[in-house]
């Protein structure tokens, strides 16, 4: 069965284009606009297996999302991938600290998308 990939990103344009790398790969992708919409397709879809998320995002930033999740026993495991514009270090060291497994900076590459998400998929 195809893995599950939550790609949370308040922007339509890296939100499509990052659905259809993963769709390309054979991943089953469901999108969400903001951290609040993210919070709600986990608790509402099939359980995800990887969770792709921006950081700057209105309602609810990626930060607040990636500590919501892994505050549920339920999503402690799941893989966190931040995918965002903010590549300072202050950043990059607070989205791992609150339980990111990866921080790319965009632009990122489609092939080291890919090869990042099966990476952590095993």
């Known amino acids: 069965m195809a893995k599950?990939?939550?790609?949370?990103?308040?922007?339509?344009?890296?939100?499509?284009?990052?659905?259809?790398?993963?769709?390309?790969?054979?991943?089953k992708v469901i999108i969400a606009e903001d951290g609040l919409d993210g919070l709600e397709k986990l608790y509402t879809e099939e359980k995800v297996d990887l969770i792709i998320s921006d950081i700057n995002m209105p309602r609810m930033d990626g930060f607040t999302f990636i500590r919501?999740?892994?505050e549920q026993e339920a999503y402690r495991d799941v893989p966190i991938v931040v995918l965002s514009t903010e590549g300072q270090e202050k950043d990059i060291q607070k989205g791992l600290g609150l339980g990111a497994n990866?921080?790319?900076?965009?632009?990122?590459?489609?092939?080291?998308m890919v090869k990042n998400v099966k990476m952590l998929l095993g």
């Open 4 to 27: 599950r990939i939550l790609i949370v990103d308040d922007s339509k344009t890296v939100r499509n284009l990052v659905a259809f790398i993963m769709k390309k790969e054979g991943f």
């Open 68 to 70: 919501t999740v892994r």
């Open 102 to 112: 990866l921080y790319m900076v965009k632009p990122a590459q489609p092939e080291t």
